[in-house]
């Protein structure tokens, strides 16, 4: 059974055949560890220099901490690029400077590789788009110790002599689980319950049953919901608002309340004193015209008294029905009034 390809062999065939790209036939690039590398490049009839590929380290990508085994993981490379003059007539004495030079060069002019394959992408490495065949790897050149360096060559074996190479690291290479985790396919529908309270919500989901209706907001013949709550601002000057300030003379205030069509809310201003204590007017019912604030038709007039020690007003909203607050209804979002 032969070996299959991987992805990560997909990868540092890209890397070899990128850099294959910017050299002519005077160069041959090679996978393999630099003994065999240099074999080639003093092999028999050799008429190519040699730039070789040593992939020496593997390491996790430092991300995706939350993936699964049955999810594609990513993983970095540390690779060794490194020359072997060939034993052709009328070489340059230069012929590796200008080898690993040239691939610097390379590198450097294109630090994100497109990684280009004819078949699609092995197992389930990246399935977005489907039967993708491309993806990119971004090239970094790294400084390691000398002590790193050294441990390479001298674990080579024979005789061969230490020479000027270029550690680049390769990121990010995707590895393919065996068995890839079927993801769900996107919704079609999505349910938001929002409840005014902790009390059901402690209970958990509620899933659809015979009782269940649909509560429309917009047709102004269904009775509202009872576990709703108004929404409400100041509007200045076609502005929404959630505080202003206000003359000890004033008497109304424009207030957009959003909700249930055909609904109401009470409104009611407690006004707190210099003194610190509170004077509340009385509460007032409005009728619910919009389920947007934006919508003019939710706009309405709510009155004013102000009393003469006045400092600070705070409006407070709450659903209501037959024109008195629903009891025991929780409390919507707060407005704030200033007396100048």
Same mark, same amino acid.
């Given at each position: !059974? ?35 590398? /240099? ?21 996790? /990508?430092?991300?995706?901490? +939350? ?19 060939? +034993?052709? +007539? ?5 012929? +590796? !400077? ?47 110790? !000398? ?64 009782? /269940? ?65 509170? /004077? ?61």
């Amino acid at each position: !059974m032969p070996v299959p390809v991987s992805s990560l062999s997909v990868a540092v065939q890209g890397i070899a055949d990128f850099l294959d790209s910017h050299f002519g036939e005077e160069v041959t690039i090679t996978v393999a560890h630099p003994q065999r590398a /240099s074999e080639i490049a003093r092999g028999a009839g050799v008429t190519a220099h040699v730039l070789n590929i040593f992939a020496y380290r593997v390491a996790p /990508s430092g991300f995706h901490a +939350d993936l699964g085994a049955d999810q594609t993981q990513f993983i970095r490379i540390n690779t060794l690029l490194t020359p072997f003059p060939g +034993d052709i +007539d009328n070489a340059a004495d230069d012929a +590796d !400077m200008r080898i690993l030079g040239h691939a610097i060069r390379a590198l450097q002019s294109h630090p994100v590789l497109p990684i280009a394959t004819e078949e699609p992408l092995p197992g389930a490495a990246i399935t977005e788009p489907p039967d993708r065949k491309a993806y990119r790897l971004e090239g970094i050149m790294l400084a390691p110790p !000398m002590e790193e360096i050294n441990h390479i060559w001298t674990t080579q074996g024979g005789e061969l002599a230490y020479r000027l190479s270029a550690v680049y690291e390769f990121a990010l290479i995707p590895i393919e689980p065996l068995e890839p985790r079927v993801e769900a396919a996107p919704p079609e529908t999505l349910i938001i319950d929002t409840l005014p309270n902790l009390a059901r919500a402690r209970a958990g989901f509620q899933d659809l049953g015979p009782d /269940s209706h649909v509560a429309p907001v917009g047709d102004g013949v269904t009775p509202p919901p009872v576990n709703w709550t108004p929404v409400q601002m100041f509007v200045v000057g076609g502005t929404l608002i959630n505080a202003i300030s206000v003359p000890g003379t004033a008497t109304e205030a424009t207030v957009a309340v959003a909700g249930p069509a055909a609904g109401e809310a009470a409104l009611q201003v407690i006004w707190r004193l210099g003194d610190d204590s509170e /004077s509340p007017q009385a509460v007032q019912i409005i009728p619910v015209g919009a389920p947007l604030l934006d919508n003019p038709d939710a706009q309405a007039v709510l009155t004013l008294a102000v009393p003469a020690s006045a400092v600070t007003g705070t409006v407070r909203a709450q659903p209501a029905a037959s024109g008195a607050p629903v009891p025991d209804s929780p409390f919507g979002n707060a407005l704030t009034l200033t007396v100048t």
